[in-house]
């Protein structure tokens, strides 16, 4: 099955194509083309997913899946969330800064749980039908934030977040643990059980 995932972030795209399988031939905006700034300009992850995919299934009309992934904090009443790549502001997505930002804010605060999700927005036409149809799928994974960083695998917030049930950050973890017990592991479980129910 052909499926167009809306990124061009290689760290993404391996860890979806490693939970999808060779079932599926996964391919970014770069393979089909697209090199445009797609707008995240919703409030809510959900709002976020489905800018994006709905954008290249507009431009595109090909089926395809988006996801948003926000860092939620509990004693920051769930910041950074959707803001999450890019808290400690500017354009890129500043992992060094982000961490150092979210550290420096829960330096007095003894409440350090947190969560990541993630949702995934599949666009699809059905067969035989011009009209598309738009199914959502969230993942979960609670823990919390370590006091200094700590591993040099993943990306993002990895360092600094440990799963519950695990004494290791995600970044110590490792890709293959890490590619069983994620946030976007979860969704796209969700995800791949609905795209195989229909093959």
Same mark, same amino acid.
């Given at each position: 099955m052909k499926i167009v995932f809306a990124t061009n972030n290689a760290h993404k795209l391996s860890e !979806?194509?490693? @939970?999808?399988? &060779?079932?599926?031939?996964?391919?970014?905006?770069?393979? @089909?083309?697209?090199?445009?700034? !797609?707008?995240?300009?919703?409030?809510?992850?959900?709002?976020?997913?489905?800018?994006?995919?709905? #954008?290249?299934?507009?431009? #595109?009309? @090909?089926?395809?899946?988006?996801?948003?992934?926000?860092?939620?904090v509990e004693a920051l009443n769930g910041a950074p969330g959707v803001f999450s790549a890019r808290y400690a502001g500017g354009e890129g997505h500043d992992s060094e800064a982000n961490m150092s930002k979210l550290l420096a804010e829960l +330096?007095?605060?003894?409440? =350090?749980?947190? =969560?990541? =999700? $993630?949702?995934?927005?599949?666009?699809?036409?059905?067969?035989?039908?011009? +009209?598309?149809?738009? $199914?959502?799928? &969230?993942?979960?994974? &609670?823990?919390? !934030?370590?006091?200094?960083?700590?591993?040099?695998?993943?990306?993002? #917030?990895?360092p600094i977040f440990m799963p519950d049930g695990y004494d290791k950050t995600f970044a110590e973890l490792g890709m293959e643990i890490k590619n069983h017990i994620s946030h976007r592991a979860r969704a796209v479980e969700k995800l791949a059980q609905f795209l195989l129910h229909k093959k």
């Open positions: !979806i194509k490693d @939970i999808l399988g &060779e079932g599926f031939e996964v391919l970014s905006l770069s393979d @089909i083309g697209c090199h445009d700034d !797609i707008p995240e300009t919703a409030g809510t992850l959900e709002g976020n997913a489905l800018l994006k995919a709905q #954008y290249i299934h507009d431009h #595109y009309h @090909i089926n395809c899946f988006a996801d948003d992934t926000g860092l939620e +330096k007095e605060k003894s409440n =350090r749980k947190a =969560r990541f =999700r $993630t949702v995934i927005a599949l666009i699809e036409c059905e067969e035989g039908t011009t +009209k598309p149809k738009t $199914t959502c799928f &969230e993942g979960i994974v &609670e823990g919390h !934030i370590t006091k200094e960083r700590h591993g040099s695998e993943g990306f993002g #917030y990895d």
